[in-house]
């Protein structure tokens, strides 16, 4: 994985747009926690400001390498980013997103646009809008994302073609199968989906386990049970953040990762 840091908006040419595919910028950016986010320096149309949130022109791939924070859009309203997920844009969609202040995060995007690119969203290949969806394989996504910048200095028909790949992988557009919205079920129980789509929707508030277990109309008990038989983490990890990265003990008031006792 590479560990280059910075961002870069490639030159569209009448080439560039002839071939339907191209790139409009790439980045990838280390947040340590506490750090002034976002960082300056980027064209007005794409600088991110908080408060107003933005929309952009391209079709844009969003994911977290390590770290957490959140991101609001219409359509999906507050919702936890961490690793594992991608955040996919098409153009237009209203969003801001910001790493969790005692946490820091590393962000990696890709920005693309071309005609092809809209021949997919009219035709529901590409979310017309916001989606988070769980990663198959980040490995393979980094991968791509690397190999888009070893070639990044200028738009080509191989830039297209690596872009496309990232996309793909984004998309799970793969042998591997198509990757779900987080919104969809996600276990083999329906009681555990309920509790976990409830989690992700109300982010934003201090919830705790007895307040899952009533929503989804079963005792505390036995809703960790189920999760214990069918998830890979319990409903107080599941309300937290994943294990997968270290978390500190205490996530700072106010964060979308508020937990109740």
């Given amino acids: 994985?590479?560990?280059?840091?910075?961002?870069?908006?490639?030159?569209?040419?009448?080439?560039?747009?002839?071939?339907e595919l191209y790139l409009t910028s790439l980045g990838r950016i280390?947040?340590?926690?506490?750090?002034?986010?976002?960082?300056?320096?980027?064209?007005p149309e794409y600088q991110l400001n908080q408060k107003s949130g933005r929309r952009l022109g391209d079709f844009t791939l969003l994911w977290i390498e390590q770290g957490a924070g959140h991101v609001q859009t219409a359509s999906t309203g507050r919702m936890p980013l961490q690793p594992g997920i991608v955040l996919l844009l098409p153009p237009g969609a209203w969003h801001r997103y910001r790493p969790d202040r005692a946490v820091g995060w590393?962000?990696?995007w890709v920005c693309v646009n071309g005609a092809y690119l809209h021949r997919l969203s009219?035709?529901?290949?590409?979310?017309?809008t916001p989606e988070l969806r769980l990663i198959q394989d980040r490995e393979a996504l980094n991968a791509a994302f690397d190999r888009?910048?070893?070639h990044s200095e200028r738009n080509s028909l191989l830039v297209s073609a690596l872009a496309l790949t990232a996309i793909a992988l984004a998309l799970g557009e793969t042998e591997m199968g198509q990757a779900r919205p987080i919104r969809e079920a996600v276990s083999c129980d329906g009681i555990v989906d309920a509790a976990i789509q409830f989690i992700w929707t109300n982010c934003h508030r201090a919830l705790g386990v007895n307040d899952i277990a009533k929503h989804v109309g079963i005792s505390?008990?036995?809703?960790?049970?189920?999760?214990?038989?069918t998830w890979s983490r319990s409903v107080a990890h599941e309300l937290v953040l994943p294990t997968s990265f270290p978390w500190p003990a205490c996530i700072v008031e106010g964060s979308c990762f508020r937990k109740k006792s």
């Fill in 106 to 108: 590393v962000e990696r």
């Fill in 1 to 19: 994985m590479s560990d280059w840091q910075g961002f870069s908006y490639p030159e569209v040419a009448a080439t560039d747009i002839a071939r």
């Fill in 220 to 229: 505390r008990r036995m809703l960790e049970r189920r999760f214990a038989r």
């Fill in 122 to 128: 009219s035709n529901n290949v590409f979310p017309t």
């Fill in 148 to 150: 888009i910048r070893a």
């Fill in 30 to 43: 280390l947040y340590p926690p506490a750090a002034v986010y976002p960082t300056p320096g980027h064209p």
